[in-house]
């Protein structure tokens, strides 16, 4: 009579290795039509996991986060700017750029909207450190030196050559141009001090501390990611003074000034070589080119919103 299969104990089947329980070994103790029972949801547990990883792939595949963040009109960003700047005025020479570069600093905050496929509005808080001499100029006898540490605030507009959130383009640069104000912070250091420029009207001319300013720049995009960017920026600043240096036109009557302001005046006393003393009328700055500095700085930006991120909050609830 043949054995009958079931889960009794006393029905189990023997073999010399039967203490020995592997998966294989199972599968052999059950009954014919159990184990084509499991074969079959075997089968449809792999299909069904070939599907669903199938289905994976393609949804991976499918998604996009970086549309949530694309750079289109409706989009505000914040970005944070740090580089090097480079005086550009009476005691600065453009021949003498790479053997003395004469490097300040600055640093910025911005804020940016778009209105446009390619442009935007653009706001900038900004500082920066210049400072020159005339050593080693073609005015050296002069003896004058300046630093100042201004603040600048611009508004303008900032247009890419392509759609902004075109982001496969190799090339892609954008321009800013921009108006503002700064403060003219300018001082020298004398017998041992840092002396404020603009009080002591050192060539007798009572000048604006705060002239207007054109910021203008070209930059790129060096990395976009999702909804951070970095990007470089050369820019050049115009400033509507010739005072930015404190230096512009020539020696005054030395009799109008206070002591200090005599001293700061004419500083080729201070060579001790015997140069005669300036005389007023004698060339003392260069009046027919304004003042500016360039700048080359890196921008980290992040982006604040998007259309598509404000609409997916409103449908999600955060």
């Known amino acids: ?45 792999i299909t069904l996991l070939l599907i669903a990883l199938f289905w994976a792939n393609t949804a991976q ?99 890419h050559l392509f759609p902004a959130d075109q982001r496969d383009r190799v090339l892609n640069p954008y321009l800013f141009a921009g108006l503002g104000l700064t403060y003219l912070n300018t001082f020298t250091r004398f017998a041992g001090k840092y002396i404020s420029l603009p009080k002591q009207r050192t060539e007798n001319v009572a000048y604006s501390r705060v002239p207007p300013v054109l910021k203008l720049a070209l930059g790129h995009a060096l990395l976009t990611r999702y909804r ?34 005599r001293a700061l005046s004419d500083r080729r006393y201070a060579l001790g070589i015997g140069l005669a003393a300036a005389q007023p009328g004698d060339q003392r700055g260069n009046s027919v080119k304004r003042d500016g500095y360039f700048s080359l700085s890196l921008r980290f930006s992040r982006q604040l919103g998007t259309a598509e991120d404000r609409l997916y909050k409103r449908v999600i609830g955060w």
Not at 2 to 23: I, Q, V
Not at 236 to 244: A, C, M, Q, R
């Open 1 to 45: 009579m043949p054995p009958r299969w079931g889960c009794n104990a006393d029905n189990w089947p023997l073999t010399p290795h039967s203490s020995l329980l592997t998966p294989t070994s199972f599968f052999r103790t059950l009954h014919p039509l159990t184990q084509n029972r499991t074969v079959t949801h075997l089968n449809r547990f």
């Open 228 to 261: 951070y960017r970095i990007a470089a920026e050369l820019g050049y600043t115009v400033v509507f003074s010739d005072y930015l240096d404190d230096v512009s036109t020539v020696y005054p009557d030395f009799a109008e000034l206070e002591p200090l302001g």
């Open 61 to 159: 595949a499918q998604y996009r986060p970086w549309k949530y963040w694309e750079d289109k009109p409706g989009t505000s960003w914040l970005a944070f700017e740090s580089g090097a700047t480079r005086y550009a005025g009476d005691m600065s020479e453009e021949k003498d750029l790479l053997k003395r570069p004469r490097l300040g600093a600055t640093c910025a905050v911005s804020g940016l909207y778009r209105f446009n496929e390619r442009m935007a509005l653009r706001a900038d808080a900004r500082g920066y450190v210049i400072w020159g001499m005339q050593r080693d100029t073609r005015v050296w006898f002069n003896n004058l030196s300046f630093a100042a540490i201004n603040p600048e605030l611009c508004v303008g507009v900032q247009t």
